[in-house]
Each structure stands twice: as C-alpha cells, then as structure tokens.
C-alpha cells in the first residue's frame, strides 16, 4: 500500500510543489471566504426567498470561479519562475490546483446528488 501511494504522489516531494500546494490551498480558503460574503451581501436580496437549491447553486458557482482563480495564480507564478530562468512545470500547477479541484467536485457531487 504505502509503494502504491509512493508511486501516485511521488511527484509532489519533487522541486517546490508542497509550497505550490500549500499557496494553493491558501488562495482557494481565502478566495471561498471572500466571494461567499461578496456574494451574500450583494445577492441577498435575490436568494432570501430562494430555497436551499439557489443558495447551494449560488455556492457552487462561487467555488467554480475561486478554482480558476486558483488556476490563473499558479500559472502566474510559473511564468515568474519562467522568466526567472527556470522550466514551465505543469506538475507545480496541478499540484496548487489538486486540493481545490478535490474539494470543489466533491462538493458539486454532494450538492447535486442531494437536491
């Protein structure tokens, strides 16, 4: 067993990808904490009278966007680390985005499986 995950998650002890990972996670919390309040405050109005699927929808929707966003930062840093001499690495990119990606289809499978 622990060859098996040696072998599936080997490639995230290489290069920088924990601080990849872990910069991730970051913006993924604090992009979800930021856009849910955005979104209460401003769509308020519109979602009181919803019932539990417009909100859960609302959030979803909210949880797609904060992984693009998470997507777009860690291309960002690639391409500094890029112009700093270094290679474009796709595997430090999905290691910022595995967490966020984990969570937001794991959170569309339960959403939507309980409507």
């Known amino acids: 067993m622990k ?5 599936m998650f080997g490639w995230m002890k ?3 990808r924990p601080a990849h990972m872990k910069a991730g996670n970051s913006i993924f919390v604090a992009g979800l904490i930021v856009f ?3 979104g209460i405050l401003l769509l308020y109005p519109m979602i009181q009278d919803c019932s539990y699927e417009g ?6 929707s909210i949880m ?3 992984c693009i966003m998470v997507f777009v930062a860690m291309c960002a840093v690639e391409y500094i ?3 700093m001499g270094c290679k474009w690495d ?3 990119i999905a290691a910022g985005c595995l967490v966020p990606v984990c969570i937001t289809v794991f959170t569309i499978l339960l959403v939507f499986l309980t409507l």
């Open 3 to 7: 060859l098996l995950i040696e072998r």
């Open 36 to 38: 849910t309040f955005i």
């Open 14 to 16: 290489e290069s920088n």
């Open 55 to 60: 909100s859960s929808r609302l959030f979803v």
């Open 90 to 92: 796709w595997l430090d």
């Open 81 to 83: 680390q890029e112009r």
């Open 64 to 66: 797609i966007q904060v």
